[in-house]
């Protein structure tokens, strides 16, 4: 069965610090990968997203994610938080054409100022 | 161009009402999906399109259904609302497929009591 799993649920970090959100997916085929975000009381934003190419992917507000097929994993990185961060952070796998996109539980981010 | 448009925002139904979530876009966008959100869970496909008149099933289809007679409109029915329906529901869509990532409505809050 089609299914992601984001190991953190609830991060908390000082700004300045560095950040890394786990994502595994599991996938038959050739599989697309997203990261989204949710910050408080809006809609989910496209921060980036991989479908083919160079594994290590960037996106929005200097987030970054690597593609290791190996170990089917799509984690999301960031040097250096901001307060401004604060937000739910979900992953998401779909497939080609078929229109259906499967998300991770999502890992809520505190960001300390 | 409005995006994807989801009305009501708000809604209290009874157990037992039916009722009817609007979801329209303007992009000319095949495909749309139903999600709903709930603490700790994540975003839940309902159910998924890909085109006027071709709708499935994603991973939490009881109690709902759906139909696409346009390209512009994907409303999601609650046949009989029960408690466990209460929840943020979302409405998405996408053009070519899903590589692109899904642009997300506002959502609607849904409460059953």
């Known amino acids: 069965a089609q299914s992601v799993s984001q190991h953190n649920h609830h991060v908390i970090l000082s700004e300045a610090a560095s950040l890394e959100l786990g994502c595994n997916y599991s996938?038959?085929?050739?599989?697309?990968l997203f990261w989204y975000v949710q910050y408080p009381g809006q809609h989910l934003q496209l921060l980036l997203k991989?479908?083919?190419?160079?594994?290590l992917v960037k996106g929005i507000k200097g987030f970054e994610a690597e593609f290791i097929k190996s170990k089917f994993s799509f984690n999301l990185r960031k040097p250096s938080v901001q307060w401004s961060d604060t937000a739910e952070y979900f992953c998401a796998a779909g497939s080609g054409n078929t229109g259906k996109l499967i998300f991770g539980q999502g890992t809520t981010l505190q960001v300390k100022p | 161009n409005a995006g994807v448009t989801q009305t009501p925002k708000f809604q209290v139904l009874k157990t037992g009402q039916s009722m009817t979530l609007q979801c329209a876009q303007d992009m000319n966008h095949e495909y749309m999906s139903w999600y709903r959100q709930d603490p700790g869970m994540g975003l839940r496909l309902i159910h998924y399109?890909?085109?006027?008149?071709?709708?499935d099933q994603g991973e939490v289809p009881n109690g709902y259904n759906v139909s696409r007679s346009t390209t512009e409109d994907f409303p999601l029915r609650l046949l009989s609302a029960a408690p466990s329906q209460t929840s943020v529901y979302f409405c998405?869509?996408?053009?070519?497929?899903?590589?692109?990532?899904?642009?997300f409505g506002s959502g609607t809050r849904l409460t059953v009591v």
């Open positions: 996938y038959g085929g050739t599989v697309n």
């Open positions: 399109s890909v085109g006027a008149g071709i709708t």
């Open positions: 998405a869509s996408s053009s070519q497929g899903i590589s692109y990532g899904y642009t």
């Open positions: 991989y479908f083919s190419g160079d594994p």
